[in-house]
Nanobody, 116 residues
């Protein structure tokens, strides 16, 4: 059984930083992509950042230069370092892993709230 568990969310003031972690377990056959998504109340879920095969990374325009995605394959971990956080970054953040068959596995999410 595949499981993804996020941690590291919380409350932070504007300009602050947080680092999200995602650990995955179980047999995920041939991971082709790993990523972080977020969904704010009343809005659609959006891609924040992802790592593809070959370590190519993609970021949403709104987080470029502020967020960094990374991974540790040996530990089956994925991270999202978030700097200079803004109130509009407030959302539930989820990690996801895609296998070679195009199937996505999701974590339950962790809340990030940016407010003064």
């Amino acid at each position: 059984q595949v499981q993804l568990v996020e941690s590291g969310g919380g409350f932070v003031q504007p300009g602050g930083s947080l680092k999200l972690s995602c650990v995955y377990s179980g047999n995920i056959f041939s991971v082709t992509a790993m990523g972080w998504y977020r969904q704010a109340p009343g809005k659609e879920r959006e891609l924040v950042a992802r790592i593809l095969v070959g370590d190519q990374t993609n970021y949403a325009d709104s987080v470029k230069g502020r967020f960094t995605i990374s991974r540790d394959n040996a530990k089956k971990m994925m991270y999202l370092e978030m700097n200079n956080l803004r109130p509009e970054d407030t959302a539930g953040y989820s990690c996801a892993v895609r296998n070679v068959f195009g199937h996505d596995y999701w974590g339950q999410g962790t809340q990030v709230t940016v407010s003064s």
